[in-house]
């Protein structure tokens, strides 16, 4: 019989939730630590293992800084919003709000059987007026500022869902949720200027401790690319069309021009005889998604019939639409490099079009490598990047041609066609125009509606309740935006509404989030990598030019915890019918075993499959610790004899160890440690307090329900989770230890004993208690140390 875990998990929760154990003090002289989760959507089919291995490991961080002097705010909330809750509503016609909120009751009751260390109080939820109001209020800064917009677009249009929606919700040419098929349609859209942030978000990359993959995923979102913008003449005609090019090196190899099919010139320019050809492809181009258009297949296209003039060169060339190039990016027109481009190439070989080397290098084109000009006049000779700078100086001297930084990032579209979303503080007049809501009417609430579904055209389901349409000020009549806003509106601040959840005046109070901010921790999964973390970014810097915070960069550093697999090794879902649900695992084995097993899977970034039988292996262990203190029959075992000394240098490695770890989140080798400590206590017969004490601590952020028991048994004071972080002694904890000499001045003055690994600080502690050393420096402060480590130590005294 070890304890019983579920009567103790029970109690101690009860204890820290009513002495508010871990409530983040508002005022405090100590440090501040700031660990934050990605806040999870309310699901109704709650939460499974994969949950609470991602909410361990900034429970494990935050209970160790709180026990290492930290004022800790780690908060817990819900990113309330969202499709599932609706799509329900559409089915039963039962509020999304009822849904939403019994979802939130029972995530909250199985978290707290978790034992996280949340601080309650501090709970939100993005769906709740109180708290949109003030996503609301955000909006209007940045429709303020211009940073929001509308625009006539290309949606995916997704006719299933009946919405619209953003690149990163579209995986091949099918919706995230559900993979029902998306088309391209357009149609009018809020849109956030993120674009106008992009060198900002690129720059600031640098400043943040994050993941470098995910940094570099951000780069390559962004996408910068620098080159230049070159004029062309069209043959015949008065237009002129420009291209952005990042070669203009090669413009001794350009070979024909092509624009996008949806480019406004092409009208234009298209002969009578192309006409039919040209309309066709147009047509059939419009069909397509973006993901289609650049996925490489097949090359396409059509000649329009019309002839560009080279300005460096003066050629004539051949003026084609095709697909592979886009109308919103750069200009919507290339000029074609078939020697040096690999697009450009596969489009010369089928419409047998002309290509031309001009670079040296590689034995076939097209050579996309460095290599000196060929065939390219006062270039010849140059090496790539020498061309690149006198191209660029030539173009600008003869005004044919500017450099220019092209990003492909682009804005965010910020509408959906839905119901439980935030609603818009926006009012469309016929005279006066598109007004933002008065900042005291806010918020502007989600109203009653009959019908959730979106009608077939499209129109959001708030346009059915027309008398919340309709907004009368200044004598005019207008009418609301009916459209919402996305999911990822209300998760872009949450994090700074932690600072300060209650206020009613401001989205939070400036000295509040200038203390708190930035998180210290930020923990999710590597999925939001471009999504969420980059729109939290630019809000963050929204703010900080409005003068709402005081960073530039809401997350300093960023971990990504790895995927539970089912027991299978797939990923676990209701269809495969591998999922472990938290509920049912925090029955059988104990939250504190849970925890600690998740932990001890593997790497915390790796994909973990799950295993029933290491999950046991995990209690065992955890019920062995219990048995060192108290035994079967329930009676406390432990002694207050000293440990040998073998025993008290391995738990003195044993604290050094599991603290590094934790530190850098080393969590499975922070278990093993504290395993093979267990075993040598067993094999020495050893229940002495002296070394269970500091074990008990160290394994309570992994397993707190259990050492808050055994601490208490064991007299320790207060609780186990707020005691201080016990520290270890280095010279217990060097493998070695050597005698050294101590000099004074030079001077020989005695001897110390002291670990190889002890630091210079800790030797002159040492050697300064030798009485021999303390006289020879007569009271005063060393002036200079030379330590060699296991040789000498020279200490100089003025
Ligand atoms: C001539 C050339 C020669 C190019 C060469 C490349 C290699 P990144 O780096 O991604 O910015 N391009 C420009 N606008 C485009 C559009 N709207 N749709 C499709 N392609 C477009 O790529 C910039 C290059 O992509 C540009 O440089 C242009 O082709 C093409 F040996 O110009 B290049």
């Not at 109203?447 to 005019?476: C, F, H, I, M, Q």
């Not at 999925?527 to 005081?550: A, C, I, N, P």
Request: hydrophobic fraction near 40%.
């Amino acid at each position: 019989m070890s304890l019983n875990f579920s009567e103790i998990e029970s109690k101690w929760q009860k204890k820290w939730e009513s002495s508010k154990a871990f409530k983040a003090e508002a005022k405090s002289t100590k440090p501040k630590y700031y660990a934050l989760d990605m806040f999870p959507y309310p699901s109704g089919s709650g939460l499974h293992v994969g949950h609470i291995a991602s909410y361990t490991p900034a429970d494990i961080i935050s209970r160790y800084k709180r026990a290492m002097g930290f004022n800790v705010l780690h908060p817990m909330g819900y990113d309330a919003f969202g499709l599932p809750a609706e799509q329900f509503a559409i089915q039963t016609g039962i509020h999304p709000a009822i849904t939403t909120a019994k979802a939130i009751e029972s995530f909250g009751n199985t978290l707290r059987n978790f034992g996280f260390s949340f601080d309650w109080d501090r709970q939100i939820s993005t769906c709740e007026p109180k708290y949109y109001k003030w996503t609301q209020f955000i909006f209007l800064k940045l429709f303020e500022r211009g940073l929001a917009y509308q625009k006539e677009v290309p949606v995916n249009w997704c006719p299933a869902l009946k919405t619209v929606l953003a690149n990163d919700e579209v995986i091949d040419g099918k919706s995230e949720r559900g993979g029902h098929p998306v088309i391209r349609v357009p149609m009018k859209q809020w849109m956030l200027k993120i674009t106008d942030y992009a060198e900002r978000l690129l720059q600031d990359l640098d400043t943040v401790d994050w993941p470098e993959r995910t940094k570099e995923a951000q780069r390559n979102w962004i996408g910068k690319s620098e080159g230049a913008r070159v004029t062309f003449k069209v043959d015949g005609h008065n237009e002129t069309f420009e291209v952005f090019t990042t070669r203009p090196d090669t413009l001794f190899g350009v070979t024909f021009m092509v624009m996008a099919p949806e480019n406004p010139l092409v009208k234009q320019i298209t002969t009578d005889h192309q006409k039919r050809n040209v309309e066709e492809y147009v047509l059939a181009t419009s069909k397509k998604s973006e993901v289609d258009r650049k996925a490489t297949t097949e090359k396409t296209g059509v000649f329009t019939g019309a002839h560009a003039i080279n300005p460096v060169t003066g050629e004539k060339v051949p003026v084609w639409i095709a697909d592979y190039v886009l109308m919103d990016y750069g200009t919507g027109a290339i000029m074609a490099v078939p020697g040096h481009d690999a697009r450009d190439h596969e489009f010369a070989k089928k419409f047998d079009l002309p290509i031309k080397r001009v670079l040296e290098g590689g034995d076939e084109l097209p050579f996309e490598g460095e290599g000196k000009l060929v065939n390219s006049d006062f270039l010849n000779g140059l090496s790539k990047s020498e061309a690149i700078q006198k191209m660029l100086s030539h173009l600008e001297a003869k005004k044919i041609g500017v450099r220019e930084v092209q990003y492909k990032l682009r804005d965010w579209l910020f509408s959906r066609q839905r119901y439980w979303g935030e609603p818009f503080p926006i009012v469309h007049f016929p005279k006066a125009g598109m007004k933002g809501v008065p900042v005291n009417e806010l918020p502007v609430l989600l109203p009653e509606v009959a019908e959730y579904e979106p009608s077939d055209k499209g129109e959001a389901p708030l346009a059915r309740n027309t008398d919340w349409v309709r907004y009368e000020a200044n004598g005019e009549v207008g009418a609301r935006e009916t459209d919402t806003m996305p999911g990822a509106a209300g998760s872009s601040w949450y994090f700074l509404r932690y600072t300060d959840p209650h206020n009613d005046n401001a989205p939070f109070d400036f000295e509040a989030q200038k203390y708190w901010m930035p998180v210290d921790l930020y923990v999710g999964g590597p999925e939001h990598t471009v999504g969420h973390l980059l729109y939290s970014r630019f809000w963050q810097k929204v703010m900080f030019d409005v003068g709402l915070v005081s960073h530039q960069e809401p997350f300093k550093k960023l971990a990504h915890q790895g995927m539970v697999l089912g027991p299978d090794g797939e990923k676990m879902s209701k269809s495969r019918g591998n999922v472990i649900p938290a509920e049912e695992i925090v029955k059988t084995h104990g939250a504190d075993a849970v925890r600690t097993f998740v932990t001890f899977m593997g790497p915390l970034d790796k994909d973990k499959p799950w295993s029933p039988t290491g999950i046991d292996g995990v209690k065992r262990f955890l019920d062995r610790v219990s048995r060192l203190v108290v035994n079967d029959d329930g009676q406390y075992v432990a002694t207050k004899e000293a440990p040998p000394l073998e025993i008290e240098k391995l738990v003195h490695k044993t604290i050094k160890k599991v603290t590094e770890d934790i530190e850098s989140m080393s969590f499975n080798t922070a278990v093993s440690a504290m395993m093979i400590l267990v075993n040598e206590l067993y094999k020495a017969e050893c229940r002495s307090e002296k070394a269970l004490k500091p074990l008990v601590q160290i394994l309570s952020p992994f397993a707190p329900h259990m050492t808050e028991e055994l601490w208490e048994k064991m007299g320790g004071e207060g609780l186990c989770s707020l005691a201080p972080w016990p520290k270890y002694d280095n010279t217990l904890v060097a493998d070695d230890t050597a005698t050294i000499g101590v000099q004074v001045n030079g001077k020989m003055r005695g001897t110390i004993e002291i670990g190889i690994a002890a630091s210079e600080q800790e030797a002159v502690a040492a050697a300064m208690a030798v009485a021999g050393v303390a006289s020879a420096m007569g009271g005063k402060n060393p002036d200079k140390v030379i330590y060699k480590a296991g040789r000498i130590l020279n200490i100089i005294v003025k």
